[in-house]
């Protein structure tokens, strides 16, 4: 069983940066892929970015590329997701999730997930 807990989140102004993270169980990163989704209200949730610590895999959405930094510290079996030059439209409900070897974009394909993390960004 693999357990998932995301951090990190709050409030921060347009152009501002946040770091979030995901914690999860040991020697969880040599084997699953780890991926961020988010969801805003009314909206479904959207692929984001993921990491595969055994090949150093790193996958974004183009509307985050540039601007956000996935990364993994297998020590401290954490997944971190830098988040600069936040917008508006990045608000939402962060969720870390996680499947086993295999990339995917699509929610559907993770079968692990954590509790989430709010983000807003204000004007």
């Known amino acids: 069983q693999v357990q998932l807990v995301e951090s990190g989140g709050g409030l921060v102004q347009a152009g501002g940066s946040l770091r979030v993270s995901c914690a999860t169980s040991?020697?969880?990163?040599?084997?699953?892929?780890i991926a961020w989704f988010r969801q805003a209200p009314g909206k479904e949730r959207e692929f984001v970015a993921l990491?595969?610590?055994?090949?150093?895999?790193?996958i974004y959405a183009d509307s985050v590329k540039g601007r956000f930094t996935i990364s993994s510290d297998n020590a401290k079996n954490t997944v971190y997701l830098q988040m600069n030059s936040l917008k508006l439209e990045d608000t939402g409900v962060y969720y870390c999730a996680a499947r086993r070897y295999t990339t995917a974009l699509l929610a559907a394909d993770y079968s692990y997930w954590g509790q989430g993390t709010q983000v807003t960004v204000s004007s």
């Open positions: 040991s020697g969880t990163l040599r084997t699953y892929v």
């Open positions: 990491s595969r610590w055994s090949d150093a895999t790193t």
